[in-house]
């Protein structure tokens, strides 16, 4: 039966490091109120205007190429999942196709927040089942750091995103026991509101005015305990669920690649499905919350260090803006 392998993971973040005592110049935080909630200790952030999500994904899908053993060239189809697209239309994909010299080659946004990989992970997999598509790069790229309220008023959501960019080569493989396993996705748009941005908005006659700016509706808002609360309840059930309907017992997972949007969050999901720490990766310490990248993010960096290899069993978890959630199940 022909499956969905990941033939090779690539990342690519930005050389300026912002460290919390960085932020702490900026509004009124500190150290040790943002390690102590959510185990950040700096993260990165484009390093001049004029980069987005599409110029970081560059590097990311060439190292993911180099990393499958295959040319850019052969890449025939994008999957670009980012909540902070290069510009409001067309999607960062086709600006991608574009720097990546790949004309042609359908591009596809979707809008998925935190749990974007994973959706992106099984349209790519039901492409590369069907027979579609052969060499699927499906990314992750996100610039948040010109969308965040760097001020005493944003400051709640200011200390935890960072920017960045990572990709999946995806294609068919006939080896048996490889490949993707399963992806189980979920929405509840009754808590949209709870973590979104309000404008500018097309329902809205204009979409954005002066007023809307002075009342910081285009910043993100988010209401944290609840977002904690959602994340906390519902990784750790469709997690369960995932496992339990692939009669995968939690001693055959070998690594949990959870999404990165707070250690606290990781750590409770983790002590549910009774996972040893040392079966959990976490980078967000360095890089906070890249959201679309996360996933692939801490998959190739365990990759490089060989925390992850080929053989594998890894489990995948996210939860995020929507509310969105979801995990996957892939063998390496
Ligand atoms: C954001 C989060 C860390 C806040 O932690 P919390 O314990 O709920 O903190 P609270 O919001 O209750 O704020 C506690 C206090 O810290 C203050 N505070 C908020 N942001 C702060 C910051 N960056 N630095 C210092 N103090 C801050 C608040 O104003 C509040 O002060 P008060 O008690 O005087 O009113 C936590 O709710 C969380 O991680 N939620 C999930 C967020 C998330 O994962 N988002 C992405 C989803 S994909």
Not at 29 to 55: L, N, V, Y
Not at 100 to 110: E, F, N, R, S
Not at 245 to 262: K, S
């Amino acid at each position: 039966m022909t499956r969905t392998a990941i033939l090779g993971v690539g990342h690519y973040v930005p050389s300026k490091v912002v460290t919390n005592d960085d932020l702490a110049k900026m509004f009124d935080t500190s150290d040790e109120w943002i390690q102590q909630r959510t185990g950040i200790k700096e993260r990165r952030f484009i390093e001049e205007e004029g980069i987005g999500p599409a110029d970081l994904a560059v590097p990311a899908v060439k190292m993911a190429c180099e990393k499958a053993g295959i040319e850019v060239s052969e890449i025939d189809a994008i999957i670009f999942a980012t909540l902070s697209p290069d510009h409001e239309f067309p999607g960062s994909g086709c600006f991608l196709g574009d720097y990546l010299g790949l004309p042609g080659v359908p591009a596809l946004d979707i809008r998925n927040q935190c749990s974007g990989f994973l959706y992106g992970l099984q349209i790519a997999d039901a492409w590369i089942r069907c027979g579609m598509y052969e060499r699927v790069a499906l990314v992750g790229g996100e610039v948040h750091s010109t969308g965040i309220d760097l001020s005493d008023e944003g400051r709640d959501v200011a200390v935890l995103f960072g920017d960045g960019a990572a990709c999946a080569i995806l294609g068919p493989t006939e080896e048996e026991g490889r490949g993707v396993m399963d992806v189980e996705v979920h929405a509840d748009g009754s808590g949209a509101k709870e973590l979104w941005i309000e404008a500018p908005a097309s329902k809205y006659i204009p979409r954005i005015t002066h007023e809307m700016i002075d009342q910081r509706k285009v910043w993100p808002a988010m209401n944290g305990k609840q977002v904690f609360r959602w994340a906390t309840s519902k990784m750790p059930e469709v997690a369960r669920s995932v496992l339990e309907r692939n009669g995968v017992g939690v001693a055959d997972i070998d690594l949990l690649v959870p999404h990165q949007a707070n250690r606290r969050i990781n750590e409770f999901v983790a002590q549910k499905l009774e996972l040893p720490t040392e079966k959990v990766v976490h980078n967000i310490h360095k890089y906070g919350n890249t959201t679309a990248a996360s996933i692939p993010l801490a998959l190739s960096e365990a990759m490089q260090e060989g925390r992850a290899k080929k053989g594998d069993l890894i489990l995948m978890a996210a939860f995020g803006s929507g509310f969105t959630w979801g995990a996957s199940l892939v063998r390496l």
